[in-house]
């Protein structure tokens, strides 16, 4: 139970560090802001790890450091969908996909949650799509192209891996957090060959990009945390649906932030993510 509550927990946190990421790109290169939000959150990550200190277990670590490789990876090519296409197909099928690729290895390496839990699993995937539908803006002349969903699914495949990797980087005992300072330093070092490669224009975040960015970096770390420590205490199939249900959080900001109207797909999306998390606590 308490391996449940911490994935859905981990989902609602990254949602905000989501949507404070995605703020800070509308007036900021996505490539400085990921990089500025993982530099900010080494002080916070720090702390966590002074708190809560255990020993180095070293064959967490290259888990950690693939995982943070194909998250930022992820991250990347997402942004670069979004921006190329529709939000609404490039969220749903990144979203989805995340979610699916843990659960179909959580269950291929024998993981039988139950028909119940099945069932929650099924209502957190259909969540996603209807949370994050939100119809083109009129007379919007994007164009959804199989590049553009090949791009989703491989944003989601990487967001799946990163899943995978920490789920194995948490079956090496109790190793802390050590696999997310991994994580971090190896997106560090990703993404900042990226900005050196290709020195996107607009510079540093300044002003309320960094507000923003600021906020972004140390929710997605705290994230990380919290879904490595569910993963070391529940299944896979069933923690990683919940911890997806992250579009749920940034929906709910949009509307009180950005004063976005929810509209009928959303809120039934926002029911059958509830049901998901009751059916999956069963």
Known sequence: MLSLALAAISGLVWGVGDFAGGKAAQTAPALTVTLTSKINCLPFLAIYLLVLYVPVVPASLPWGAAGGFCGVLGLVVFYRAMSAGAMTVVAPVAAVVSALLPVIVGLASGERPGAIRLLGVGCALVAIVLVTLVPAPPGSNRRITPQLIGLAVLAGVGFGLFFLCLDQAGSHGNSGLWPILAAQLTGIAAVGLLVLL?????????????????????????????????????????????????????????????????????????????????????
């Open 198 to 282: 290709l020195r996107p224009p607009g510079g540093r975040p300044r002003g309320r990009a960094l507000a923003w960015t600021l906020v972004a970096g140390p929710f997605d770390m705290t994230a990380n945390a919290l879904y490595l420590e569910a993963t070391r205490l529940g299944d896979l199939s069933l923690v990683a649906p919940l911890a997806a249900l992250y579009p749920v959080s940034t929906v709910i900001l949009a509307l009180l932030v950005d004063r976005e109207r929810l509209r009928a797909l959303q809120l039934c999306g926002l029911g059958l993510a509830l049901a998901a998390l009751v059916l999956v606590s069963r």
